[in-house]
Protein backbone atom coordinates (compact mmCIF):
# COMPACT_ATOMS: atom_id res chain seq x y z
CA UNK A 1 0.00 0.00 0.00
CA UNK A 2 1.47 3.09 -0.84
CA UNK A 3 1.76 6.12 1.63
CA UNK A 4 0.07 8.95 2.00
CA UNK A 5 2.24 12.14 2.26
CA UNK A 6 1.69 14.19 5.41
CA UNK A 7 0.70 17.52 4.73
CA UNK A 8 2.22 20.35 5.50
CA UNK A 9 5.23 18.94 7.77
CA UNK A 10 7.57 21.67 8.82
CA UNK A 11 9.94 20.08 11.38
CA UNK A 12 10.81 16.52 12.30
CA UNK A 13 11.53 15.39 15.26
CA UNK A 14 13.08 11.63 16.86
CA UNK A 15 13.06 9.76 19.73
CA UNK A 16 16.92 8.66 20.52
CA UNK A 17 17.37 5.13 21.77
CA UNK A 18 16.12 2.39 19.72
CA UNK A 19 15.16 5.03 17.29
CA UNK A 20 17.80 6.36 15.64
CA UNK A 21 20.55 4.52 18.19
CA UNK A 22 20.30 0.60 18.33
CA UNK A 23 21.29 1.27 22.25
CA UNK A 24 18.13 -1.18 23.41
CA UNK A 25 20.17 -3.93 24.43
CA UNK A 26 22.71 -2.18 26.00
CA UNK A 27 20.60 -0.31 28.06
CA UNK A 28 18.62 -3.21 29.09
CA UNK A 29 21.69 -4.94 30.35
CA UNK A 30 22.91 -2.74 32.37
CA UNK A 31 19.65 -1.99 33.75
CA UNK A 32 19.37 -5.63 34.41
CA UNK A 33 22.68 -5.35 36.45
CA UNK A 34 21.95 -1.94 38.14
CA UNK A 35 18.41 -2.44 39.95
CA UNK A 36 19.63 -6.03 41.01
CA UNK A 37 22.80 -4.70 42.34
CA UNK A 38 20.75 -2.32 44.18
CA UNK A 39 18.39 -4.26 45.88
CA UNK A 40 15.34 -4.03 42.82
CA UNK A 41 15.69 -7.99 42.51
CA UNK A 42 16.16 -9.64 38.69
CA UNK A 43 13.44 -8.74 36.02
CA UNK A 44 12.89 -10.48 32.33
CA UNK A 45 14.32 -7.94 29.60
CA UNK A 46 10.60 -7.22 28.18
CA UNK A 47 10.02 -5.85 31.83
CA UNK A 48 13.02 -3.80 31.87
CA UNK A 49 12.14 -2.25 28.42
CA UNK A 50 9.56 -0.47 29.93
CA UNK A 51 11.86 1.87 31.62
CA UNK A 52 13.07 3.19 27.98
CA UNK A 53 11.66 6.16 27.29
CA UNK A 54 10.72 7.28 30.38
CA UNK A 55 12.39 9.35 32.51
CA UNK A 56 14.64 8.64 35.08
CA UNK A 57 12.12 8.98 38.21
CA UNK A 58 9.97 6.46 36.48
CA UNK A 59 12.89 3.41 38.30
CA UNK A 60 10.47 4.29 41.59
CA UNK A 61 7.84 3.66 39.92
CA UNK A 62 8.68 0.42 38.41
CA UNK A 63 10.59 -1.13 40.83
CA UNK A 64 10.55 -1.76 44.42
CA UNK A 65 14.02 0.23 45.13
CA UNK A 66 15.73 1.30 48.33
CA UNK A 67 16.93 4.57 46.57
CA UNK A 68 15.95 5.05 43.17
CA UNK A 69 18.84 7.52 42.53
CA UNK A 70 21.22 5.05 43.71
CA UNK A 71 19.79 2.62 40.63
CA UNK A 72 20.28 5.57 38.56
CA UNK A 73 23.80 6.80 38.87
CA UNK A 74 24.78 2.81 39.04
CA UNK A 75 22.76 2.35 35.79
CA UNK A 76 24.85 5.55 34.32
CA UNK A 77 28.14 4.44 35.91
CA UNK A 78 27.24 0.56 34.09
CA UNK A 79 26.05 1.93 31.02
CA UNK A 80 28.98 4.86 29.92
CA UNK A 81 31.70 2.12 28.98
CA UNK A 82 29.32 0.56 26.88
CA UNK A 83 27.51 4.23 24.70
CA UNK A 84 30.23 4.11 22.54
CA UNK A 85 29.50 0.94 21.10
CA UNK A 86 25.73 2.05 19.93
CA UNK A 87 25.88 2.49 16.51
CA UNK A 88 22.79 4.38 14.62
CA UNK A 89 20.27 2.00 12.86
CA UNK A 90 21.12 1.45 8.76
CA UNK A 91 19.84 3.87 6.72
CA UNK A 92 19.24 6.63 9.65
CA UNK A 93 22.53 8.71 8.05
CA UNK A 94 20.55 8.49 4.38
CA UNK A 95 17.48 10.08 6.12
CA UNK A 96 18.57 12.85 8.24
CA UNK A 97 20.70 14.01 5.26
CA UNK A 98 17.78 13.63 2.81
CA UNK A 99 15.51 15.16 5.42
CA UNK A 100 18.11 17.95 6.02
CA UNK A 101 18.88 18.78 2.12
CA UNK A 102 15.45 18.94 1.76
CA UNK A 103 15.56 22.41 4.32
CA UNK A 104 13.25 20.58 7.28
CA UNK A 105 14.59 21.44 10.94
CA UNK A 106 15.46 18.27 12.99
CA UNK A 107 15.13 17.66 16.55
CA UNK A 108 15.59 15.14 18.94
CA UNK A 109 13.01 14.54 21.65
CA UNK A 110 14.46 12.19 24.60
CA UNK A 111 13.91 11.26 28.43
CA UNK A 112 17.70 11.49 28.46
CA UNK A 113 18.30 14.21 30.97
CA UNK A 114 20.65 16.98 29.66
CA UNK A 115 23.93 15.94 31.14
CA UNK A 116 23.56 11.86 30.35
CA UNK A 117 22.20 13.70 26.63
CA UNK A 118 25.50 15.81 26.86
CA UNK A 119 27.78 12.81 27.58
CA UNK A 120 26.69 10.02 25.24
CA UNK A 121 24.87 11.84 21.84
CA UNK A 122 28.17 13.25 20.42
CA UNK A 123 29.67 9.78 20.06
CA UNK A 124 27.10 8.50 17.36
CA UNK A 125 28.24 11.50 14.74
CA UNK A 126 25.01 12.41 14.71
CA UNK A 127 24.85 15.67 16.18
CA UNK A 128 25.58 17.99 12.76
CA UNK A 129 21.90 17.12 11.75
CA UNK A 130 20.13 18.29 14.52
CA UNK A 131 19.22 21.97 15.27
CA UNK A 132 17.42 21.22 18.79
CA UNK A 133 17.65 18.43 21.34
CA UNK A 134 14.45 18.35 24.38
CA UNK A 135 15.61 16.79 27.05
CA UNK A 136 13.62 15.80 30.14
CA UNK A 137 14.19 18.50 32.10
CA UNK A 138 13.66 20.85 29.22
CA UNK A 139 10.44 21.19 30.42
CA UNK A 140 7.82 20.08 32.92
CA UNK A 141 6.13 17.23 31.64
CA UNK A 142 8.56 14.93 30.07
CA UNK A 143 7.09 12.34 27.72
CA UNK A 144 4.29 10.85 27.12
CA UNK A 145 2.90 14.22 27.69
CA UNK A 146 2.77 16.65 25.17
CA UNK A 147 5.45 19.15 26.37
CA UNK A 148 8.41 17.91 24.35
CA UNK A 149 6.47 18.96 20.71
CA UNK A 150 5.21 22.13 22.38
CA UNK A 151 8.63 23.37 23.24
CA UNK A 152 9.65 22.11 19.84
CA UNK A 153 7.07 23.79 17.94
CA UNK A 154 7.36 26.92 19.79
CA UNK A 155 11.18 26.90 19.03
CA UNK A 156 10.35 26.44 15.12
CA UNK A 157 8.32 29.03 15.06
CA UNK A 158 5.08 26.20 13.73
CA UNK A 159 2.15 24.51 15.02
CA UNK A 160 2.37 20.54 16.40
CA UNK A 161 0.27 19.66 13.92
CA UNK A 162 3.34 20.50 11.75
CA UNK A 163 5.49 18.18 13.23
CA UNK A 164 6.19 13.91 12.19
CA UNK A 165 7.58 12.69 15.64
CA UNK A 166 9.48 9.21 15.38
CA UNK A 167 9.64 7.12 18.33
CA UNK A 168 9.54 3.04 19.25
CA UNK A 169 7.68 3.28 22.10
CA UNK A 170 3.99 4.14 23.14
CA UNK A 171 5.51 6.97 24.79
CA UNK A 172 6.26 8.54 21.85
CA UNK A 173 3.09 8.12 20.40
CA UNK A 174 1.36 9.39 22.94
CA UNK A 175 3.44 12.27 23.19
CA UNK A 176 2.69 13.03 19.65
CA UNK A 177 -1.02 12.83 20.00
CA UNK A 178 -1.09 14.40 23.11
CA UNK A 179 0.83 17.49 21.25
CA UNK A 180 -1.75 17.22 17.64
CA UNK A 181 1.51 16.34 15.69
CA UNK A 182 1.83 13.09 13.68
CA UNK A 183 3.26 10.45 15.21
CA UNK A 184 5.53 7.33 13.27
CA UNK A 185 6.31 4.38 14.99
CA UNK A 186 10.06 3.35 14.73
CA UNK A 187 9.30 -0.54 13.23
CA UNK A 188 12.79 -1.20 13.00
CA UNK A 189 13.68 -0.52 16.63
CA UNK A 190 10.40 -1.23 18.49
CA UNK A 191 9.63 -4.81 19.90
CA UNK A 192 5.42 -3.86 19.49
CA UNK A 193 4.24 -2.67 16.40
CA UNK A 194 0.56 -2.82 17.62
CA UNK A 195 1.24 0.74 19.27
CA UNK A 196 -0.79 3.25 17.71
CA UNK A 197 0.34 5.69 15.00
CA UNK A 198 -0.47 7.66 12.11
CA UNK A 199 2.47 5.78 10.54
CA UNK A 200 4.61 2.32 10.25
CA UNK A 201 7.97 2.77 8.62
CA UNK A 202 9.49 -0.53 8.26
CA UNK A 203 13.03 1.10 7.80
CA UNK A 204 14.20 4.33 8.34
CA UNK A 205 14.33 4.75 4.23
CA UNK A 206 10.38 4.17 4.64
CA UNK A 207 9.89 7.81 6.48
CA UNK A 208 10.99 9.14 3.16
CA UNK A 209 7.27 8.86 1.10
CA UNK A 210 5.89 9.70 4.22
CA UNK A 211 7.31 13.51 4.20
CA UNK A 212 7.06 13.64 0.47
CA UNK A 213 10.56 13.23 0.02
CA UNK A 214 12.91 11.04 -2.42
CA UNK A 215 16.59 10.05 -2.81
CA UNK A 216 18.65 11.76 -5.06
CA UNK A 217 19.79 10.17 -7.60
CA UNK A 218 24.19 10.97 -7.92
Given amino acids: MKTMPMKNCKAVMFDIDACLIDSAPNLILTLERA????????????????????????LDDLFTLPDWELTLRTWSKYYAPLAGENKPFEGIHTLLSAIQNAGLPLGVAT????????DHFHKYGLAHYFDLAVCADDVANPKPAADPLLYAADHFGIHPAEILFLGDAPYDMQCAAAAGAKGALAVWGTTDVTIAADYYPTTPLDVLPILGLTLSVQ
Fill in 35 to 58: VADTGGGHHPPEYLRKMLGLPSSA
Fill in 111 to 118: SQGRDLFE
